[in-house]
């Protein structure tokens, strides 16, 4: 079994197509290894139907009702986990709703327009009745400012209203704060807020499909490893009992005591029991995997991935570039910034709800009176022009002290939001530093560790002749056969251990998303939230 992580862009079905295409040396290949002229065509038509076929849900089965089985690569696993996921599906409704509130706030200073209609009765002196329709206008602007549009046409008295009098009138106000709730800055202040608050929603959108890419991947190569481990003890043991045959011949020939079998049967008591504890911990990890993935538990896995670390380069090793990455593409600390800002509006804000409330306010009514409604409008005329300056000012710590607490909490949170800044900012340094260096260690490890597999190899071949030749003893060939095994576990485990390494760092320094060619626009495209 193989595994390669792949470049950016991939797609989710292109492995199963790729293993179909060509071999290794890009020539056309049947599955068992042999040329098939026949045959092949037939193996590429049922891998294509299987790419076009639906993803694997938690319903599918396989034919005759037996669990579905199919071959899996990386790119697979990471597109599966963004369709399937449950998490992921509640958080893309809950996007839907984000965008919906920044739409309403986008409308902040669009036309509010309302409309409605009214009777009266007053039954002071003699019953008189009045009736009519009202509507309003207001429109806010970004100084602070809002104009206002009142009419009201109607008609009144006991009659029909084809006779009885009507009566319209119109209000046009412009109301202007000259010191708390005035100018650009603090009058644009919410809808800068419900941009910021967008800006931080589509970061923890990013954070969640970072953190599933990677949980995924790490699931899925641990899977891998583990069918790896199978795979070694299924090894081992046939290695233990093809032995077992060469001693009973040597005990045969005279050339081994049989008391020395003994060695070899309990080496292969151990193996066993290896490899039903590897089997033990490759279904468990399949199961992680599948509750990932969100398919049927009974699903099982065909060819997998290439374990490949030359196929997985990091994305920076520089650590002074990896921080200015990291600084720049991360969620958490792309969150936090917009947070400072977010702090200094409300600081803002909250310093200039301190300030006495002074208010200009500009106005003109026009009012008609006709015997219908037309006539009433057409007679309309201006009868009042207005200007007014409004004052009023808080006196004593009852009436100011809640607009100075708000200031000196907005001014807190400000400071703390730029102490976590900071904070996270070192604690990036420090994160990107650990990961780069994971990366160059477990490099080595990977090196290493395939140079010490390739010697035991060597060493347990040469003995195993030595063996033959009766030159060696069963002990010390066991011995060998077992520092094998353990090489070839480190080997594994170093190499699984640098490819998690490398997704680590991808996401430490927020590049987890442009390594697998993952949109975010496109991952956040959900069904709408139905009206309650």
């Known amino acids: 079994m193989t595994f390669t992580d792949p470049p950016p862009g991939f797609d989710g079905s292109k492995s199963l197509r790729d293993r179909c295409s060509s071999g290794r040396d890009g020539t056309t290949r049947s599955p ?27 319903s599918q089965r396989g034919n005759g009702g037996d669990p579905a089985t199919f071959d899996l690569a990386v790119q697979d696993v990471v597109a599966l986990a963004l369709q399937n996921s449950r998490t992921l599906a509640n958080e893309r409704l809950r996007r839907s709703v984000e965008r919906f509130a920044l739409e309403i706030a986008e409308t902040e200073f669009q036309p509010r327009v309302t409309a409605g209609a009214y009777t009266d009765r007053d039954l002071t002196d003699e019953t008189v009745t009045s009736s009519g329709l009202v509507t309003a206008l207001r429109l806010r602007v970004p100084t602070g400012g809002e104009f206002g ?29 000259l010191l708390r709730g005035g100018g650009l800055a603090v009058g644009s202040a919410a809808l800068r807020t419900a941009r910021l608050a967008e800006e931080m929603n589509v970061q923890a959108f990013r954070a969640v ?13 641990a899977y891998a490893r583990a069918r790896q481990r199978t795979s070694i003890a299924e090894r081992s043991l046939q290695r233990a009992l093809d032995l077992l045959e060469v001693n009973r011949l040597l005990v045969e020939t005279g050339r081994m005591a049989e008391r020395d079998i003994v060695q070899t049967q309990a080496d292969i008591a151990r193996r066993r029991l290896d490899l039903v504890a590897s089997e033990g911990n490759l279904d468990a990890t399949r199961l992680a995997l599948i509750d990932i993935l969100d398919i049927d538990a009974a699903t099982r896995f065909g060819r997998l991935g290439e ?37 200094e509006t409300r600081a803002l804000v909250a310093r200039n709800d301190r300030l006495w409330d002074l208010s200009l306010t500009l106005g003109t009514s026009l009012s008609g009176v006709g015997d219908s409604m037309g006539a009433a409008w057409d007679e309309l005329d201006r009868s009042d022009r207005r200007v007014a300056l409004d004052l009023t000012i808080p006196v004593g710590r ?21 102490n976590r800044l900071v904070e996270l900012e070192q604690r990036i340094v420090i994160e990107v530093t650990n990961a780069i260096r ?4 477990a490099r080595q490890r990977v090196g290493l560790a395939g140079e010490g597999r390739r010697l035991a190899q060597e060493k347990a071949e040469i003995e195993r002749e030595k063996l033959n030749l009766g030159v060696s003893t069963n002990f010390q060939l066991v011995a060998f056969e077992n520092d094998l095994v353990v090489a070839e576990i480190d080997e594994l485990d170093a190499t699984v251990a640098f490819l998690n390494a490398v997704t680590e760092l991808d996401r430490t320094l927020g590049t987890t998303l442009d390594r697998w060619g993952i949109s975010i626009d496109q991952v956040e495209q959900a069904p709408s939230v139905a009206n309650p």
């Open 398 to 418: 009852p009436a100011a002290g809640p607009a100075e607490l708000a200031v000196r909490e907005a001014a807190a949170s400000l400071q703390m939001a730029k």
């Open 149 to 177: 549009l009142a009419s009201r046409l109607g008609y009144t008295g006991d009659g029909p209203p084809a006779v009885a009098p009507h009566t319209g009138e119109v209000d046009l106000t412009f109301t202007q704060p």
């Open 307 to 343: 374990f490949d670390p030359g196929g997985l380069q990091p994305a920076s090793e520089d650590p002074r570039k990896a921080v200015e990455t990291a600084l720049g593409r991360r969620p958490d600390y792309l969150s936090a910034l917009l947070g400072v800002r977010n702090a």
């Open 32 to 58: 068992g290894g042999g040329w098939s002229g026949a045959l092949f065509p037939l193996l590429c038509l049922a891998v294509a139907l299987q790419v076009l076929a639906p993803p694997v849900r938690a």
């Open 438 to 441: 994971e990366v160059g260690l």
């Open 209 to 221: 499909i970072i953190d599933l890419t990677t949980n995924s991947i790490r699931a899925y190569r």
